[in-house]
């Protein structure tokens, strides 16, 4: 996977484990920049525990239905995996799922819902 920022790019492996990433640079280099300044939430850090956690129980099966299922996840509503807007918050703290994707590389499809996963069916696109 590529990182990217402002200030270069970053290459990251999964060391043989799947790569998972919610919204802040796991790039020591590029979260030590000072973009990385401007999360005024935390909740990227335990959505990504959340989808390691889930992406190791289903170990060996990652496959398109399990990681959907992965993405609809609502533990820890409303700071989980599929994010759905929360109207008592400011604006600016409001966030959302719009779409999720899975690219099957052997299979050269791409799979996307347009909106929270937990309702929107995803469609192929062939590569």
Not at 35 to 58: K, P, V
Not at 80 to 95: F, I, K, M, N, Q
């Amino acid at each position: 996977m590529v990182e990217a920022a402002p200030v270069g790019l970053a290459v990251l492996t999964g060391g043989g484990r799947p790569l998972c990433h919610t919204n802040h640079w796991l790039s020591e280099r590029l979260a030590a920049g000072p973009e990385a300044a401007w999360y005024s939430y935390s909740s990227t850090f335990t959505r990504l525990d959340r989808i390691r956690r889930l992406s190791a129980l289903e170990a060996g099966s990652l496959r398109c239905k399990a990681l959907f299922r992965i993405f609809s996840d609502h533990a820890g509503c409303p700071d989980s995996v599929c994010r759905h807007d929360d109207e008592p918050l400011p604006e600016y703290h409001r966030h959302c799922s719009l779409w999720s994707l899975v690219m099957d590389l052997s299979e050269r499809t791409l799979w996307l819902t347009e909106g929270s996963p937990c309702c929107t069916a995803a469609r192929p696109y062939r590569l």
